[in-house]
T-cell receptor
Framework: EAQVTQNPRYLITVTGKKLTVTCSQNMNHEYMSWYRQDPGLGLRQIYYSMNVEVTDKGDVPEGYKVSRKEKRNFPLILESPSPNQTSLYFC????????????????FGSGTRLTVV | AQSVAQPEDQVNVAEGNPLTVKCTYSVSGNPYLFWYVQYPNRGLQFLLKYITGDNLVKGSYGFEAEFNKSQTSFHLKKPSALVSDSALYFCAVIFSAVTGGGNKLTFGTGTQLKVEL
């Protein structure tokens, strides 16, 4: 089954304790992205990756890091989490369609609900 | 500035009645438009998309949306609402599939749809 898998689904942690949320896709997609969802704000892009070893900031990158060493994996790293990073996080992937005049849309993971106390 | 707006935080509809969830966008050029739905404690599910062609797009679960270029709108509609349609709906836009970073999906703030008996 084609899917994006995030782990963990739920995480409660303390301020300052480094954590990693994993994301893996089995569709050979080039493009991957992380979003956070907050009430009244919708989903905002944190980081994205156009391909292996190619990553760039989205709209709200502060306090986050990512890496893309393999095509299928795109982990989100919080080096020193703070309470304002309490949120629902989604990983997504899509085919890269630059120049093709078409877009297939994104496939989303099931989400990771992070609470930082 | 390029943006997407969902002017209603919540829409209430009686079961069996038609429903409309509104979405407008502001962009130069041609947008790629999407609707996603989020059920409680679930990820985002794709409903439908407009890329080009017929302005009326049909999607999953009996939903459809009409692209109106002159009004820069992409309202989601369903002729007869079901209680099971109650969920959070997001309109999303890709503003360019050609330029750098052009896969970015920009979301509206979401509209909570409540369908009552």
């Amino acid at each position: 089954e084609a899917q994006v898998t995030q782990n963990p689904r739920y995480l409660i942690t303390v301020t300052g304790k480094k954590l990693t949320v994993t994301c893996s896709q089995n569709m050979n997609h080039e493009y991957m992205s992380w979003y956070r969802q907050d009430p009244g704000l919708g989903l905002r892009q944190i980081y994205y990756s156009m391909n292996v070893e190619v990553t760039d900031k989205g709209d709200v990158p502060e306090g986050y890091k990512v890496s893309r060493k393999e095509k299928r994996n795109f982990p989100l790293i919080l080096e020193s989490p703070s309470p304002n990073q309490t949120s629902l996080y989604f990983c997504a992937s899509s085919l890269s369609t630059r120049g093709q005049g078409y877009h297939y849309g994104y496939t989303f993971g099931s989400g990771t609900r992070l609470t930082v106390v | 500035a390029q943006s997407v707006a969902q002017p209603e935080d919540q829409v209430n509809v009686a079961e069996g009645n038609p429903l409309t969830v509104k979405c407008t966008y502001s962009v130069s050029g041609n947008p790629y438009l999407f609707w996603y739905v989020q059920y409680p404690n679930r990820g985002l599910q794709f409903l439908l998309k407009y890329i080009t062609g017929d302005n009326l797009v049909k999607g999953s679960y009996g939903f459809e949306a009409e692209f109106n270029k002159s009004q820069t709108s992409f309202h989601l509609k369903k002729p007869s609402a079901l209680v099971s349609d109650s969920a959070l709906y997001f309109c999303a836009v890709i503003f360019s599939a050609v330029t750098g970073g052009g896969n970015k999906l920009t979301f509206g703030t979401g509209t909570q749809l409540k369908v009552e008996l």
